[in-house]
């Protein structure tokens, strides 16, 4: 089984060929926090980028070990690459944009990154 997910305006599409996450991250760290991120990670090889490739804008901070992706037209950040700490590749995936999670029902797992 997959879901889908997108930015706000349509131009960015994904698939994750996956079970749809039943819980979430909830990061502190400076970026999470002011956007609202509810993250749940993803091997990258489950991760298809569908549409809005050349939409796309890349934003580094930090350590900038993560690429956070958003779409250049509307804003939004739907996904994010980086890699485990073992080295594999993984996608983050902002459950905000995928609209069949009821976001209510995911189990929340906080996590201290402001701290990190």
Do not use: W
Request: with cysteine; charged share 15%.
């Amino acid at each position: 089984m997959s879901f889908e997910g997108s930015c706000h305006c349509g131009t960015v599409k994904f698939e994750i060929d996956a079970q749809p996450p039943t819980a979430a991250i909830s990061c502190n760290c400076s970026h999470c926090r002011s956007k609202g991120f509810l993250l749940s990670f993803f091997p990258a090889g489950q991760f298809a980028l569908k549409q809005g490739q050349e939409a796309l804008g890349s934003y580094k901070f930090n350590t900038h070990k993560i690429d956070h992706r958003f779409c250049r037209q509307c804003g939004t950040e739907p996904f994010a690459l980086g890699a485990n700490p073992d080295g594999s590749a993984v996608c983050a995936v902002n459950l905000r944009c995928v609209p069949s999670i009821d976001l209510d029902s995911l189990e929340l797992q906080h996590f201290d990154g402001a701290s990190a």
